[in-house]
């Protein structure tokens, strides 16, 4: 969820971190994230950034205007 937050909404390793899931009455808080799940969220995000620009097609008026040396 860290990781689709980050890429999605443009939320901050930071923001992400101070996100609050649940405020008791006592004072205490249950954050929605540990530094585990944070740690392999960012590994997540920048695997999910690579695979995506491996996979990134050119369309075929880009090849063509590559091909004819226009770009």
Known sequence: QA???HLTDG???EELA???KVKHLN???EMYFNA???HI???VARIARENA?????V???EEADSLAGTR
């Open 59 to 61: 369309s075929p008026g």
């Open 27 to 29: 004072g205490t808080v």
């Open 11 to 13: 939320l901050t390793w």
């Open 53 to 57: 620009e491996k996979a990134r097609t």
């Open 36 to 38: 585990q799940q944070l």
């Open 41 to 43: 969220a960012n590994q």
């Open 18 to 20: 101070n996100k609050v």
């Open 3 to 5: 990781a689709a937050w």
